[in-house]
């Protein structure tokens, strides 16, 4: 009995959507029938029906649709000529647009199909289970009419698709109702022979796997009549058939058998067919089976597992290759070069897994040489040169930091215990494979040159030749040598850089072939990358920044003798990769700087950078403005800025770049250094033009600001704070005001008519307030001594503040008369009316006896002379200058 009702509607919905379906194709195929009669009649006198194919025909026809002798498809074949075509003159009236199916043909030809093979399956499903409910037959019963139904299923598929061949009915492409047929059958097949396993117990292991395995590969072949969709079906019920059965004793070399089987007979189809989908869900489903077989144990079958899926992806899907589809447009196709880098994959995997195992290692060799052998033969199949490149790094990356387990720890050291276990391997076998992939890459990818008629070929070939060497010979250097200074290693980088400078200069000697200036740039690339790690290897570690930055420097030559574009660009990598390293250990050799001033590791290891990058700025300048030279400038700068400030936290700080505060002494050698480089770079960027010189000298000016403003003039102040300025007039006060003040003056001229007006100004008026801070400040230190913030201010000491400052402002104000400087008068002005607001604020208050009475009348005496000065000196001159009047207005 049902359940409940909705099981009793299911089956009748199930029972009626079969019959209407039925129905319909029978309707539909008298109809089309009736159709072609009609035509056929129109156009010939006389015309016979010829004889069905037989399954056998078909097959061949589908195999090779146009090949000579091949069947042709069933059609209406006219013995009578056909009719006259029409007259010159008379024109062929245009194609009626096909209009789009309505609610009723979408009903009838798709909707209902679609539900109709959904009911099907479900009908046989619901079946099963009323029968098991109900108790009304027994489990072989079950599986038997199981069996029967997915026959029927079977048999119906195929008599509705003889039908409409002869029939002469083309199926609709997205509701195939034999397709439709046969897929809910193959269904009903999967789930007869899954229970007849796991719910029955009546199947062995090993014969409902090959029961499974025989219904996914018949699924596979009947793709082949009835369309993409059974394919589907077939390939994803034949590689998830070994998931369903299992077994206490799991046979691998079986399953890998069965699964080259399975792979063989999709990507034969997939071939056949030229479905790119079915071949890349075949790849994806083998690589996801490698997981299952990886360990030391397993080696064996899982590289016959990947043996195998290789030789198949080479052989059906790389375009070009063998049996492989044909490719015309010397372009690199994906799923060619995915289909090779999948398997290789896999082999780095079981490399990886197996703990570099020897038989793993030889597979992986012979897969990397394959890929080789095939990109040469298949250019569309060459992005697999990558992978494999990438695979062989990893693959001896990983063999580096097992036998060196201590460069994953960081600087602070590991924890007791805790950390991964070197495990030896076959040095000889890693040498021999490194030779034979650094000799493989590097020579086929300089053949390989000049061959394909587009770029992307060449190019890919000449990156994989120059990076495959230079990365096997760091990781060995870091296996063998444990990243120490090695003669043998570097003499190994010299001669590699010797082949690739040799190639180098062979290819730019060559006519131009496509992507030939990028694989020459490439190649050039290389050399010079080895010969920085020859310098690296042959000497100690903190040599490897100067190395890089000479690297770019001999970069930046090489591109002035060989006008290569990508040159230009590797100058500023290379200055990247020093910045990077800096900024990895500021001190470059980390406790070894020294303690001297000045000549220590800091000098080497930011002034050789400093000056290499100058000097291949000036060559790249050469060549023109762009991105690398500014790339090179700004490392440039960047260096020459750090050697100056670390050397100065070096020298004041015994050695300690770390330390986390400055004191007045450092602020102020700061700022005089960052000033100095300022007007340095002002005066650079009037020839050069270089937008990088005109920021560098901005954010030095800004820099040289913010510290005098937060350093000089709050945190480091000596009247605020308890500081030693030391003598009276040779001290401290001169470095951190005085020398400050000079320069920030000299750079407001510098900048003068080339910046903006406020912008000068305001540096001028930054020297300003340094100046009076200095004599402020001196004035200080002769009436208490070396500690300024402590002791009141007396009445000399007050009048003495009036003098100076009346002094400086009358120097300030000669100065402005004497070089014709309104600059110099306006901050004249200003200190003389700081020195007027002091005396009526101050010094009327504080200040009795004689000193106010002098303090009063020497101002008074500066203003009188000051008025004089304008009146019959300065503005005199000025009206003499100026145009006469014109006579007798």
């Known amino acids: 009995m049902f359940d409940t009702p909705f099981d009793v509607i299911i089956v009748m919905i199930a029972i009626a959507a079969f019959l209407i379906a039925l129905k319909a194709a029978n309707q539909i195929a008298e109809l089309r029938a009736r159709l072609n009669a009609l035509e056929a009649a129109a156009l010939a006198p006389r015309q016979i029906m010829p004889p069905p194919l037989t399954p056998l025909q078909e097959l061949e026809q589908t195999l090779a649709p146009g090949a000579p002798g091949a069947a042709e498809p069933p059609s209406l074949v006219p013995v009578a000529e056909a009719p006259p075509p029409l007259a010159p003159d008379t024109a062929a009236p245009p194609p009626l647009p096909t209009p789009a199916p309505g609610l009723e043909e979408r009903l009838g030809t798709r909707w209902v199909v679609w539900i109709g093979g959904l009911a099907l399956a479900l009908g046989g499903f619901f079946m099963v289970r009323y029968s098991i409910e109900a108790g009304l037959l027994g489990p072989g019963v079950r599986v038997f009419l199981g069996g029967l139904f997915a026959l029927a299923l079977l048999g119906a598929g195929e008599w509705t698709r003889r039908k409409e061949n002869i029939s002469n009915i083309q199926a609709l492409p997205i509701a195939n109702i034999p397709a439709i047929l046969t897929a809910a059958g193959t269904a009903v097949a999967f789930a007869t022979v899954y229970a007849a396993y796991a719910l029955y117990d009546f199947l062995a292991p090993a014969s409902a796997f090959v029961l499974l395995g025989l219904v996914a590969l018949g699924t596979l072949a009947a793709a082949l009549l009835h369309g993409p969709a059974l394919a589907g079906l077939g390939v994803v019920g034949a590689f998830v058939t070994p998931v369903l059965v299992s077994s206490n004793k799991p046979d691998f070399w079986a399953l890998y058998i069965y699964l080259a089987i399975v792979t063989a007979a999709s990507l034969g189809l997939a071939r056949v067919r030229l479905w790119r989908w079915l071949a890349v869900t075949a790849i994806v489903f083998a690589l996801l089976w490698t997981f299952p077989g990886l360990g030391p144990s397993l080696v064996a079958p899982l590289s016959f597992h990947v043996i195998a899926g ?351 505060n400055a004191d007045l002494a450092e602020v102020a050698l700061q700022v005089c250094v960052a000033l100095a480089m300022a007007i340095g770079l002002e005066r650079l960027r009037l020839r050069t033009r270089s937008v990088i010189h005109t920021a560098g000298a901005g954010l030095l000016t800004i820099f040289a600001g913010l510290a005098t403003l937060f350093g000089l003039l709050l945190f480091e102040n000596p009247m605020l704070r308890s500081i030693d300025i030391g003598g009276v007039f040779l001290n401290l006060l001169l470095l951190g005001y005085a020398l400050p003040a000079v320069l920030a003056l000299l750079l407001s001229y510098a900048v003068a008519g080339h910046r903006p007006v406020a912008y000068a100004n305001t540096i001028a008026a930054a020297a300003l307030v340094l100046a009076l801070a200095y004599v402020t400040f001196e004035i200080r230190r002769l009436y208490h001594g070396p500690i300024i913030i402590q002791g009141p201010i007396g009445a000399a000491e007050q009048y003495t503040y009036s003098i100076a400052y009346l002094a400086f402002g009358v120097i300030l104000l000669g100065v402005g008369v004497l070089f014709n400087s309104q600059r110099a008068r306006l901050a004249s002005a200003a200190v003389i009316a700081l020195t007027i607001l002091k005396a009526f604020l101050i010094d009327m208050s504080t200040l009795t006896g004689v000193y106010r009475a002098l303090s009063f009348m020497c101002l008074g005496l500066v203003l009188v002379a000051i008025g004089w000065l304008y009146q019959r000196i300065l503005f005199r001159r000025q009206a003499a200058t100026a145009p006469a009047a014109p006579a007798g207005g």
């Open 310 to 660: 290789f030789v198949l992806a080479a052989l059906l899907v790389a375009c070009g290759f063998m049996f492989g589809p044909d490719i015309d447009d010397g372009r690199i196709e994906p799923v060619s070069s995915g289909s090779l880098a999948a398997p290789l994959f896999a082999a780095m995997l079981m490399v990886l897994a197996s703990a570099h195992a020897d038989l793993a290692l030889i597979v992986f060799t012979i897969l990397v040489a394959a890929t080789l052998f095939v990109a040469w033969r298949a250019p569309p199949a060459t992005g697999a040169l990558g992978a494999a490149a990438a695979m062989v790094f990893i693959v001896f990356a990983e063999w580096a930091v097992r036998a060196n387990p201590d460069m994953l720890v960081l600087p602070g050291g590991a924890l007791s215990g805790i950390g991964p276990t070197a495990t030896g391997s076959s040095v000889n076998l890693h040498l021999a494979m490194a030779a034979i992939f650094a000799a493989g890459f590097g020579i086929a990818g300089f053949l390989a040159q000049g061959r394909a008629t587009s770029a992307i070929v060449p190019v890919v070939w000449s990156a994989t030749a120059a990076f495959t060497p230079i990365a096997l010979l760091v990781a060995l250097y870091a296996c063998i040598a444990h990243l120490d200074r090695s003669i043998p290693f570097a003499i190994l980088a010299v001669l590699l850089a010797t082949a690739f400078a040799t190639a180098t200069e062979s290819l730019s000697r060559r006519d131009t072939r496509p992507g030939l200036a990028i694989s020459t740039a490439l190649f050039a690339t290389g050399s010079l990358g080895a010969l920085a790690l020859a310098l690296t290897f042959a000497l100690e570690k903190g040599w490897l920044t100067i190395a890089l930055a000479l690297t770019s420097l001999g970069t930046a030559w090489i591109s002035m003798q060989r006008p290569i574009p990508f040159l230009r660009w590797l100058a500023s990598i290379f200055a990247a990769i020093v910045t990077a390293r800096t900024v990895y250990d500021p001190r470059i050799v980390g406790e070894a700087v020294g303690t001297t001033p000045i000549f220590n590791w800091l000098l080497w290891g930011y002034g050789i950078p400093a000056a290499s990058f100058w000097g291949g700025s000036i060559l790249l300048r050469r060549g023109g403005d762009d991105a690398p030279l500014r790339t090179v400038e700004a490392a440039a700068i960047l260096f020459t800025v750090l050697l100056a400030f670390m050397q100065i936290r070096h020298a004041l700080n015994n050695g300690d770049v770390y330390r986390d």
